[in-house]
T-cell receptor, first 112, second 114 residues
């Protein structure tokens, strides 16, 4: 079975803190994604990566950055957390030649 | 750009009722279409998919048919159970550069009462 693991399920951070959300997949997938999920808005793509050290902006990249130093790991970084970044964050991965995307269980982030 | 529109919820049904959750899409070309399900407190799981016109995806009694003529991929089940209570997301694949990403609808929350 494909496993996408997000290291933190629940986090509470203060405004202005730097926040790291980590994601690891064990299926040698080339593509990795970060989405955020908000009520009434569905899932919105923040960033994605199709190879090590490569990244592409999604629909809502402002206030976020990403890092992909190894194929299996994709990190989402909030440089200076703000209350409007309180949300559920979902990591996902897929093969470059396939179109089924597998999700992690999500990380609930609250910024106070 | 490509987009997905699905019926807004919440939807509340009694057990054994018939379920339809509407999903229509706008896309150039012929994307693959998906339904994902999210149970409380969990991430998204792939429920079913269809990769070309007239394909039917099915899983756990839920099914959806790729209708190119109506650009639709409605989710249906003949008799729902309490265990079907979840949030359902319709999505399409969108190729950007060399990789594929998903474009999601806003989700439909389904509650099935005993």
């Amino acid at each position: 079975d494909v496993k996408v693991t997000q290291s933190s399920r629940y986090l509470v951070k203060r405004t202005g803190e730097k926040v790291f959300l980590e994601c690891v997949q064990d299926m040698d997938h080339e593509n990795m994604f970060w989405y955020r999920q908000d009520p009434g808005l569905g899932l919105r793509l923040i960033y994605f990566s199709y190879d090590v050290k490569m990244k592409e902006k999604g629909d809502i990249p402002e206030g976020y950055s990403v890092s992909r130093e190894k194929k299996e790991r994709f990190s989402l970084i909030l440089e200076s957390a703000s209350t409007n970044q309180t949300s559920m964050y979902l990591c996902a991965s897929s093969f470059v030649s396939g179109n089924t995307i597998y999700f992690g269980e999500g990380s609930w982030l609250t910024v106070v | 750009g490509n987009s997905v529109t699905q019926m807004e919820g919440p939807v509340t049904l009694s057990e054994e009722a018939f379920l339809t959750i509407n999903c229509t899409y706008t896309a150039t070309g012929y994307p693959s279409l998906f339904w994902y399900v999210q149970y409380p407190g969990e991430g998204l799981q792939l429920l079913l998919k269809a990769t070309k016109a007239d394909d039917k995806g099915s899983n756990k009694g839920l099914e959806a048919t790729y209708r190119k003529e109506t650009t639709s991929f409605h989710l249906e089940k003949g008799s729902v159970q309490v265990s079907d209570s979840a949030v359902y997301f319709c999505a399409l694949s969108d190729r950007q550069g060399g990789s594929e990403k998903l474009v999601f609808g806003k989700g439909t929350k389904l509650t099935v009462n005993p």
